[in-house]
């Protein structure tokens, strides 16, 4: 987690992350919120957010995503 409150660009497009970052839904990418806008759009966006809520009703807290 150090690492994604510490890098200062995109992982996904290489922009600054100055104005916001967020964790990627599909793998633990950390992205800018244009990205962010974009990944909602992906077909597996909304089985990535179910998987994820599945994942931590489980107790795994660390799930790594369904794209590597
Ligand atoms: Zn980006």
Do not use: T, W
Request: glycine share 6%; proline share 1%; aromatic share 6%.
């Amino acid at each position: 987690m150090d690492k994604f409150l510490s890098q200062k660009h995109c992982d996904r497009c290489g922009a600054s992350l100055a104005k916001g970052r967020i964790m990627s839904m599909l793998n633990i990418a950390c992205i800018c919120m244009d990205c962010k806008k974009k990944e909602r759009l992906d077909p597996l966006y909304e089985e990535a957010v179910k998987a994820e809520l599945e994942e931590v009703k489980k107790g795994n807290y660390n799930y790594k995503g369904l794209k590597k």
